[in-house]
């Protein structure tokens, strides 16, 4: 499967590493508001995904959940939040059946994505269309950003997480 995606340029995007990571408030699986902000003295590791279910959004979230059950993420004193414009039922669902730990967030008018830069043009089996753009952002335990992906490649992703984590 071949996709390109409209990236914003560094100049452009609307978050930068060194910067304070935009607070949010979003409903997790489970109906729960979870606020970014509610992280403090953690990093987090925030990142946004098309769509519930799929092999590629599958595929990663089922990575970090290795990375959480293998404890490396715990030991960097790290946690995952994931975010899709997905309902809480979608989110529920999958977490459900993948069993993964950590909390999916659901952004169904994705304005927490545009405030990260992960909403925009997305060009599919010759198709433009708007939609999450996958994207990773590593927040330090002050809320500032230390690390962006602005264009993920799902495989070895969440090895490269844990690798910035550890300052590699």
């Not at 995904?49 to 089922?62: L, R």
């Not at 069993?99 to 043009?121: C, M, Q, T």
Request: aromatic residues 8%; contains cysteine; proline residues 5%.
């Amino acid at each position: 499967m071949t996709q390109s995606a409209a990236q914003p340029t560094p100049e452009k995007h609307p978050v930068s590493e060194g910067k304070k990571a935009p607070d949010f408030s979003l409903k997790n699986q489970d109906g729960k508001v979870v606020k970014l902000s509610g992280f403090k003295g953690k990093n987090v590791v925030l990142y946004f995904y098309p769509k519930d279910g799929t092999p590629g959004c599958t595929t990663e979230a089922c990575a970090f959940r290795d990375a959480v059950n293998l404890n490396k993420l715990k030991a960097l004193d790290a946690v995952v939040v994931g975010i899709s414009p997905d309902d809480v039922a979608s989110h529920n669902a999958f977490w459900t059946k993948f069993l993964l730990g950590f909390d999916l967030l659901s952004d169904p008018d994705h304005k927490v994505a545009e405030k990260y830069g992960s909403w925009g043009e997305k060009v599919q089996y010759g198709k433009r269309t708007m939609g999450i753009i996958r994207s990773t952002f590593i927040i330090d335990k002050k809320g500032v950003i230390k690390k962006m992906f602005p264009k993920v490649k799902v495989d070895g992703h969440a090895e490269e997480v844990l690798a910035a984590l550890r300052g590699d």
